[in-house]
């Protein structure tokens, strides 16, 4: 089952059993999943490398954090979920060891604006932007 990828500044996380190129994906079976009791939820991932994905969820069953690691337990990267009062996802972080990457959504679920920061060494701000519209 295809479940999609998520990925952002070049790194993917595949959410299936097998790649789309029909070649074996990453990831070993099912069995190395460990998922919550009650909604199912993943909470962590083993890859067949050794790399070791952890996936955290707020009391109302969103996804908070997705966490991607080395097998020696050492951050590639993070992402980091915000909601507002009506469960709509408005912020997403991205974060690896250089940079952070936030995106700001509507209650649609479009991309509003963001700010990218170069956390090594001056942690100062080097892209920030707003999504335009056209009026016709």
Known sequence: MNLGESGIG??????????????????????????????GRRL??????????????DT??????EHYQTPQQTTLFRF??????????????YRDDDSLRVYYSDATGATTDGEDTNLA??????????????ST
């Open 80 to 93: 980091d979920y915000t909601y507002d009062d009506d469960g709509n996802r408005y912020r997403k972080e």
């Open 44 to 57: 962590s991932r083993l890859g067949g490398d050794g790399r070791y994905d952890t996936f955290s969820y």
């Open 10 to 39: 070049g790194h993917h996380a595949r959410f299936e059993a097998s790649g789309r190129d029909g070649k074996a994906s990453p990831w070993l079976d099912e069995a190395s999943l460990r998922r919550s009791p009650s909604a």
């Open 60 to 65: 109302d069953e969103r996804l908070t954090t």
């Open 121 to 134: 060494p001056s942690n100062r701000v080097v892209r920030a932007w707003t999504k335009t519209t056209s």
